[in-house]
């Protein structure tokens, strides 16, 4: 059986940030994690199915796994599959979302089932705004998207882990779709269900979706308690002071400097400072990074190439070549210690988060004494000058000041540097 790991979205809802699958998080990207995954649950002939925008650094991530180019991005998933049948059109196959982050076992349960497909079931116990799966005795007969809460058809939701073992039969399925809809996979699997014997395997272990920004301090959190025991790369350095206490992986050439805390699960990256008197908790720090004197990390994600001086940085994700000036607070918790709400595609969406800080995208520039509300985001390439309070959501290459109280916003025409320019500087810590 072929495993098709699906990463063709446009991580449209991930804004801020770009590439969700290539965002690095616990030394790993969340595509490597996939894959690892998928190993761990028996899947051996894993193929990548991409679009023009991530395909290459995919390849390069894994230049041993064949790769598939979904040809119509706009066709959604059927597109993906449609794409997959044409090179991949005569062995059974499992479709896996490449942003549904789910236990080893669950794959193994799927490659054992039996019938002419498999659905992936999990039990949820409260309302969750996803597609249920309508199921009698233990065969899949339909699925009824977004019920509203009392009209669920069971306590089974639909999770992008679906086995088909008739390939022709799904060709044919996809190919009489009402195709001005965007639900061309969904309408082929009703006509499936009606003649074709879809089993439910039930699950009921860990699940995290990757839609939103914020799910990455979510996946974070899985992936440090999977961290079961603490390890130090030998090229890096402790100083004698340092404190490094719980499950912690330093990586190699990394450098915990005097009197700095690490306090585990966490995770810091290769080459990384965390200097003197600084604190890291319940976090991921990625390569290269500079958490600096007196600042706080914590429950955060931090891409590469991140430089912090004297802040407080509290369940946030930040992009890669970001750098936070001295006196910089992200505001983490609502005065009310209410759900954090956050914008996306002008929507209201609450995070399910009480505590939830910023998201600041790639090669941004924040200055000095600088404060953000919680729930915000700050787009890439922008600079936020001192003393400035984001209470909004400020776009891609934006220069933002602070005049008479207001917010001032206009084009940003300064390039931020690049890591390379800042190692002259990191040659001096």
Not at 157 to 169: G, K, M, S, Y
Not at 290 to 296: I, L, Q
């Amino acid at each position: 059986m072929n495993t098709f790991l699906l990463l063709a979205g446009r991580s449209t809802r991930f804004w801020p940030l770009t590439e969700k699958t290539l965002f690095p998080i616990c030394g790993k990207t969340l595509l490597e994690h996939q894959v690892d995954r998928l190993r761990a649950g028996g899947c051996e002939n894993i193929i990548l199915v991409g679009g023009a925008h991530n395909l290459d650094e995919a390849r390069q991530a894994f230049p041993d796994l064949p790769t598939v180019e979904q040809e119509n991005l706009e066709l959604g998933m059927r597109g993906a599959v449609l794409s997959i049948l044409k090179e991949y059109g005569s062995d059974p196959l499992m479709i896996v979302g490449g942003n549904d982050v789910i236990e080893p076992r669950a794959y193994k349960e799927l490659i054992a089932s039996e019938g002419d497909g498999a659905i992936l079931a999990y039990k949820v116990t409260q309302y969750f705004p996803g597609g249920y799966l309508s199921i009698d005795g233990d065969r899949v007969t339909g699925i009824v998207e977004k019920p509203g809460e009392g009209n669920e058809p069971s306590d089974a939701i639909n999770i992008v882990a679906h086995v088909h073992r008739d390939p022709a039969a799904l060709s044919e399925a996809l190919g009489d779709v009402d195709e001005s809809t965007d639900d061309g996979y969904e309408q082929a699997l009703a006509k499936l269900f009606t003649t074709k014997e879809y089993k439910a395997v039930s699950y009921d272990g860990m699940w995290q979706a990757v839609k939103y920004p914020w799910h990455l301090i979510d996946l974070c959190e899985v992936l440090l308690e999977e961290i079961t025991e603490g390890r130090t790369d030998p090229t890096a350095e402790i100083h004698p002071t340092a404190e490094i206490v719980g499950n912690v992986i330093i990586d190699a050439g990394a450098r915990i400097m005097h009197n700095a805390v690490v306090r585990g699960p966490a995770y810091i990256g290769k080459n990384t400072i965390v200097a003197n008197n600084a604190l890291v908790r319940n976090s991921s720090v990625g390569d290269d990074s500079v958490v600096g004197y007196n600042t706080e990390v914590k429950a955060s994600v931090l891409h590469s190439n991140v430089w912090t001086h004297m802040n407080y940085v509290g369940e946030s994700v930040i992009g890669s070549n970001v750098s936070i000036g001295g006196g910089t607070i992200t505001g983490n918790l609502r005065l009310d210690e209410g759900e954090v709400i956050s914008i996306v595609k002008n929507e209201k969406i609450g995070t399910g988060r009480t505590k939830f800080g910023t998201v600041i995208g790639n090669n941004a520039r924040i200055g000095i004494h600088v404060s953000t509300n919680p729930g915000v985001k700050i787009g890439a390439g922008t600079f936020v000058s001192s003393k400035t309070l984001i209470s909004e959501d400020i776009e891609d290459e934006k220069f933002v000041t602070t005049k008479n109280g207001e917010l001032h916003i206009r084009e940003n025409r300064t390039k931020s540097s690049t890591p390379a320019d800042r190692e002259v500087f990191r040659k001096k810590l």
